[in-house]
């Protein structure tokens, strides 16, 4: 994380007051937090629907084998 904001300190960074080089590599790191947090959510996200979309397909493949063998036999 240290790299992150170490990445998007801008040139003249060394020149501002201790204080503010404090304030904004601590805003910097909060960013970079967040926006690791969001992405892992939304990959897990990602990855329930497509559970879910894997489900709903295997109902769909099961309902239709299941009629047809339903036809099949009642013929």
């Known amino acids: 994380m240290?790299?992150?904001v170490e990445r998007r300190r801008p040139?003249?960074?060394s020149d501002w007051?201790?204080?503010?080089q404090m304030l904004f590599d601590h805003q910097t790191y909060m960013?970079?937090?967040?926006?690791?947090?969001?992405?892992q959510n939304y990959d897990l996200?990602?990855?329930?629907?497509r559970a879910q979309m894997y489900?709903?397909?295997e109902e769909?493949?099961?309902?239709?084998?299941?009629?047809r063998n339903?036809?099949?036999?009642n013929a």
């Not at 960013?31 to 992405?39: C, F, I, N, P, S």
């Not at 996200?45 to 629907?49: A, D, H, M, R």
């Not at 339903?70 to 036999?73: A, G, I, V, Y």
Request: hydrophobic share 30%; proline share 5%.
């Open 11 to 13: 040139p003249t960074f």
């Open 60 to 67: 769909i493949n099961n309902r239709y084998l299941d009629d």
């Open 45 to 49: 996200q990602e990855l329930w629907n």
């Open 2 to 4: 240290e790299q992150v």
């Open 31 to 39: 960013g970079a937090t967040m926006e690791r947090v969001l992405k």
């Open 70 to 73: 339903r036809h099949m036999h």
């Open 55 to 57: 489900a709903r397909e």
């Open 17 to 20: 007051p201790d204080s503010c």
